[in-house]
């Protein structure tokens, strides 16, 4: 069956440091990726997606890249700061839909 | 401007009674989503419409019924609360399911707490 995995435990770092969070799937062939962000008691918010064929995409301070090959995607944040503790979520196309990994808790001390 | 809001935020209720959650999108989207989030933070799809149409419904109890009056609102009622019911649950949105990729902008959620 699909799975998508992400880093169950929390993400420690120090301000101004790079976060580096991670999304293993397996028996996926997704088309492209996403990467959410949710604040307590808040809905997932939107942040960068990536197709199967792009390797690497940039949005300001974040970086995602895709290997299709491994099944997985790295989500880089440089320059981290406290505002940037959250949850980020991975999630996959489907027919239809997304499926969401379970998010990992990234945790930015000053 | 909210662009997709859900109403109540918070609804505490006790064991089989039955209630609704509303969801309206003002982004102009054709598809509308309800998730549930439990305790473990775990997102997972529960119904999919598209243009008032169901497209998606992912063994959910049939105590949940949803209901799309206009393709700006998706309506989540359920019947005979169980503790199990207990969870967020999530109004999201996105353009026609089927122009891929589509991203997915969501509500502020739900805190359902049956006792």
């Known amino acids: 069956s699909q799975k998508i995995e992400q880093n169950s435990e929390a993400l420690n770092i120090q301000e101004g440091k790079t976060a580096t969070l991670t999304c293993n799937y397996t028996?996926?062939?997704?088309?492209?990726l996403q990467w959410y962000r949710q604040d307590p008691g808040r809905g997932p918010v939107f942040l960068l997606l990536?197709?199967?064929?792009?390797k690497e995409k940039r949005k300001e301070r974040l970086k995602v890249t895709f290997d299709t090959t491994l099944k997985q995607s790295l989500f880089h944040i440089t320059a981290s700061q406290p505002a940037d503790s959250a949850t980020y979520l991975c999630a996959l196309e489907g027919y239809s839909t997304l499926t969401f990994g379970k998010g990992t808790m990234l945790l930015v001390s000053p | 401007d909210t662009a997709v809001s859900q109403t109540p935020k918070y609804l505490v209720t006790q064991m089989g009674n039955d209630k609704s959650i509303k969801c309206e999108q003002n982004?102009?989207?054709?598809?509308m989503y309800w998730y549930k989030q439990d305790s473990k933070k775990f997102l997972k799809i529960m119904f999919s419409?598209?243009?008032?149409?169901?497209?998606i419904n992912e063994t959910v109890p049939n105590r949940f019924s949803p209901k799309s009056p206009d393709k700006a609102h998706l309506n989540l009622h359920i019947n005979s609360l169980e503790l199990g019911d207990s969870a967020v649950y999530f109004c999201?949105?996105?353009?026609?399911?089927?122009?891929?990729?589509?991203?997915?902008?969501f509500g502020p959620g739900t805190r359902l707490t049956v006792t």
């Open positions: 982004l102009g989207h054709d598809t």
């Open positions: 990536i197709r199967e064929n792009e």
């Open positions: 999201a949105s996105s353009q026609d399911h089927l122009a891929l990729p589509y991203e997915q902008y």
């Open positions: 028996n996926y062939s997704p088309a492209y």
């Open positions: 419409y598209n243009n008032k149409e169901l497209i």
